[in-house]
């Protein structure tokens, strides 16, 4: 390697490492939550009391 | 190395190389398949097309997650060279990989009548603005280009054409490709995906790249430092003894390109270290049949003269050697390539 594409190796890497752990622990801590799990049918026990 | 055209110069050791790389990559085609099959059975043909698509998407993550540190690993430790030797076939495969996961992809949309939605999605320009929200197929679809165009490149045709130092300039568009599928996945199938396994196969994939390439760029400053120099300027080098037989001593004049200094008995010879091939570090080989040879691929070259053995042309520059008070020095100015300049002691 030149020693021009060495530089470039150690410019571009720490670069790179910053802006992508930013932008991964970012999408890791806004990522919506996960969705409750569906209530099962709840039976009725007793009749509605509201009249139509 | 090869004095004419020829598609791919099959070796024993290429066939190998393929053949176990094709195979690992379909045993964990299949016990992806097989355990994500057994996680969430597919209930019907669009989830069956959801696990084709992890696995070839999981498929090339880690597979450029190993490529990224082939380099590093090899400028870190000798005994990983033999998997840089041929990583070109590596790329392209994974480009090939990628290629099946983009195709599952669009089969998804296809079979949800989505295609229409996915170009409204990927021109909905005020997406662009969000983070959470960003049209995170544009990411994988930016990162497939940048393996299209490394993939079509990637023959030494393009290498010889485009010259190594624009060829290698070019390839490091992988660090780009690299960044973006972390971040397709991050903002794509991580917003969905709870379990703790996605996290930690990117995380982890992408903190092993990164710290190999920092340790291997710390490694290659301290090589940098400049070697000392006599009052008229040339670079010395140290007794003669001090150069391993059959290798090579690396010096460093103050801002120029390395230098190596190799020793074959009682010659002495000084090359450019950058290969004709791909600039490799030619000093860090070493001498196998009277030739000096490149660790990278085995480009060869003689010592006399930093010229290729016949039919090949390609030559290295050299450079003038002394013995002063006891020491080689050498003088930074490059000669002509192919110019002979060796001394004996």
């Known amino acids: 390697m030149t020693r021009t594409h060495r530089m470039m190796h150690r410019a571009l890497w720490p670069a790179l490492i910053i802006i992508v752990a930013v932008g991964f622990t970012l999408a890791l ?12 049918p709840v039976a009725r026990t007793q009749p509605s009391t509201s009249q139509p | 190395m090869s004095a004419g055209y020829r598609a791919v110069q099959w070796t024993r050791f290429k066939i190998v190389y393929d053949g176990v790389l094709i195979l690992a990559v379909a045993i964990y085609i299949a016990g992806f398949l097989i355990a994500d099959s057994r996680l969430e059975p597919p209930t019907d043909r669009l989830t069956g097309i959801i696990h084709y698509v992890h696995a070839f998407g999981s498929a090339t993550f880690l597979m450029l997650t190993a490529i990224l540190s ?5 400028r870190l430790d000798r005994r990983f060279l033999p998997l840089l030797y041929n990583r070109r076939h590596f790329g392209v495969l994974t480009f090939f990989v990628a290629m099946t996961h983009v195709a599952f992809a669009i089969d998804w949309f296809v079979a949800m009548d989505g295609l229409p939605g996915l170009a409204i999605e990927l021109i909905n320009w005020p997406d662009y603005g969000k983070f959470i929200g960003f049209p995170f197929e544009a990411l994988g679809i930016a990162a497939f280009t940048i393996l299209l165009i490394m993939a ?39 917003q969905t995906d709870q379990t703790l396994s996605l996290p ?3 995380g982890g994939g992408f903190a092993t790249v990164s710290v190999l390439h920092v340790l291997a760029g710390q490694r290659e400053r301290k090589r940098d430092a400049p070697t000392p120099v006599g009052r008229d300027g040339w670079l010395i080098v140290g007794a003669p003894q001090s150069i391993p037989d059959k290798r090579a001593r690396i010096v460093v004049a103050r801002g120029g390109e390395r230098i190596a200094v190799f020793r074959d008995g009682a010659r002495i010879g000084a ?10 570090p030619i000093g860090e080989g070493c ?3 009277g030739y000096v040879t490149c660790p990278w691929h085995g480009y060869q070259f003689r010592l006399a003269d930093g010229c290729a053995p016949q039919p090949f042309t390609d030559k290295l520059a050299t450079y003038r050697l002394r013995l002063r008070a006891g020491a080689v020095e050498v003088d930074p100015q490059p000669l002509p390539p192919g110019t002979a300049a060796t001394i004996e002691f």
């Open chain 2, 200 to 202: 930690l196969l990117l």
């Open chain 2, 152 to 190: 079509a490149t990637s023959h030494d045709f393009w290498l010889s054409f485009l010259s190594p130092t624009v060829w290698k300039a070019l390839h490091l568009a992988l660090y780009l490709a690299y960044a973006l599928v972390m971040m397709h996945v991050a903002l794509g199938a991580l």
């Open chain 2, 70 to 74: 082939i380099g590093p690993l090899s």
């Open chain 2, 287 to 289: 001498i196998i049949d």
């Open chain 1, 29 to 40: 801590a806004l990522r919506p939550p996960a969705a409750p799990p569906e209530a099962p």
């Open chain 2, 271 to 280: 090359l450019s270290n950058l290969c004709t091939h791909q600039n490799g």
